[in-house]
């Protein structure tokens, strides 16, 4: 009994020990939390008294910044693409820095700001000034030339992220709407005929009115896309079909076809095939050919992968045409040119 009563006395001894080591650490805990809700109220009587001391000074708060020390305005004059390269080339004479950023000449570039400019203009706030319009539609062009991402278009004339999106869609909103009426005119008779002329002078083929072809442009998948943007070549596209004349011009354009897309299934489901099937293009009819009293139709060169029609022509693989194949070899060896510069 005597052994019984000892043991109790020593397990309460170390229950009533373990009793007190967690109350003084339960104390200690809330001490150090009564400290930290003091500094932090601390904290917070500071910020707000400076605050109230810097707006009473019309100063701008502290944490509440327009744009990062490196996009601010003093840093995009002294380090911008623009000012430090753009600039300086545009005052040149051959501009040849100039061009190869915005693949036209300082000449070209004043003449499209004369046309958009206005259209461009934002007006300067009592915050901030406005990004001017020579800077909006050098970024436009460097992204429509180079295909680069905003991120390192950001970086590179010292505006932010979100701001060169927002300047790149509305600048070429505004560069469609002001030079599509102008510049995207459907060719009349008198256009198709000086059109074959020109390929018949330098690519000596005589009643071709244009050279088309597919192209696909790389892009990331959009969300829910599936496979419909998953070309053959491996990996996701949007494909444009294009007409171009002799001098590397873009006649008609068709934009936007899914990457798995065929060239001949895009082509019939075009406005452009519907017109030319329609006679809605205004082709001239049947004229001679060059030392021939023989009519001939004017046609359009493409590959044969497009089917072959009454309003253009398809390849020729027979021996006795070899003449013939070697001058429309030329051309879409032109036309595929015409689309890498774009």
């Known amino acids: 009994m005597m052994r019984d009563s000892s043991d109790e006395e020593i397990s309460n001894y170390f229950d009533n020990d373990d009793q007190e080591k967690e109350q003084i650490r339960r104390q200690n805990t809330l001490e150090v939390w009564r400290w930290k809700a003091k500094a932090a109220c601390l904290l917070y009587l500071l910020l707000k008294r400076r605050r109230r001391r810097l707006s009473a000074n019309n100063l701008r708060p502290a944490g509440k910044l327009?744009?990062?020390?490196h996009n601010s305005e003093p840093e995009r004059e002294k380090h911008s693409l623009y000012t430090t390269i753009l600039l300086a080339e545009k005052s040149l004479a051959d501009g040849f820095t100039f061009r190869n950023i915005t693949r036209m000449s300082p000449t070209l570039f004043n003449k499209l700001l004369c046309m958009v400019g206005p259209s461009l203009f934002k007006k300067d706030t009592n915050m901030r000034r406005s990004i001017p319009v020579e800077q909006r539609l050098a970024l436009t062009l460097r992204f429509l030339a180079s295909g680069?991402?905003?991120r390192s278009l950001s970086y590179s004339f010292r505006i932010g992220h979100s701001t060169v999106s927002e300047i790149v869609n509305e600048t070429c909103r505004i560069m469609y709407e002001i030079l599509d009426p102008t510049y995207l005119q459907l060719p009349d008779t008198n256009m198709w005929k000086l059109i074959s002329n020109y390929f018949s002078k330098i690519w000596n083929f005589t009643n071709c009115v244009g050279a088309g072809d597919g192209k696909h442009f790389a892009m990331q998948c959009p969300n829910n896309g599936g496979s419909n943007w998953y070309n053959y070549k491996g990996f996701h596209s949007m494909v444009m079909f294009a007409v171009c004349d002799a001098n590397y011009c873009f006649i008609a354009v068709d934009i936007g076809a899914y990457g798995r897309e065929g060239d001949a299934s895009i082509f019939a489901s075009s406005q452009f095939s519907k017109y030319l099937d329609n006679g809605c293009l205004g082709i001239p009819g049947p004229s001679k050919l060059v030392y021939s009293d023989s009519l001939?139709?004017?046609?359009?060169?493409?590959?044969?992968?497009?089917p072959l029609k009454k309003k253009h022509n398809e390849a020729i693989s027979r021996p006795k045409h070899r003449i013939i194949n070697e001058r429309r070899t030329n051309i879409q060896l032109q036309v595929v040119s015409c689309k890498k510069n774009y």
């Open 66 to 69: 327009w744009t990062r020390f």
């Open 148 to 150: 680069d991402c905003m």
């Open 296 to 306: 001939s139709p004017y046609v359009f060169v493409m590959d044969d992968a497009f």
